[in-house]
């Protein structure tokens, strides 16, 4: 994967042990060459608390399956200011998970699997007392 100089792409990478889960970050390259990546997990930790953290693509990529990019219209320089301005922040699954930290940038405040996996729990509940009545 290729990032132009001063250039963000949104990464997709899927879990090797939960592999229904995809894990998003933003990447750029970094002043060392290595592609950084942006993101909000569970396990980061930065120096305020917070769990929004930058780690390298190789780090993200241990655990997890890279499945796709595309690139963003946002710098780099943006990027980090948005890094910098929610590195307080603490994970929640259900109110700060990291595609609630990505689509924060356009201003949307969403997840779109925790909207999908809430769908199919309530679809399954429905059916269960369904088949009970």
């Not at 993200?60 to 219209?73: S, V």
């Amino acid at each position: 994967m290729r990032i132009a100089k001063g250039k963000t792409v949104l990464i997709r990478a899927r879990s090797k042990r939960r592999p229904y889960i995809i894990h998003l970050g933003i990447a750029y390259n970094g002043p060392s060459g290595k592609i950084l990546v942006a993101h909000n997990s569970r396990k980061g930790k930065n120096e305020v608390g917070g769990n929004v953290t930058i780690d390298t693509l190789s780090h993200i990529l241990k655990h997890r399956w890279f499945t796709g990019w595309h690139t963003l219209p946002l710098t780099q320089a943006e990027l980090l200011d948005y890094v910098e301005i929610n590195r307080h922040r603490k994970f929640d699954t259900t109110k700060y998970n990291c595609e609630h930290f990505v689509y924060g940038l356009e201003g949307k405040h969403r997840s779109p699997q925790l909207a999908n996996w809430t769908a199919l729990a309530v679809l399954v509940l429905i059916s269960l007392i369904i088949t009970k009545s």
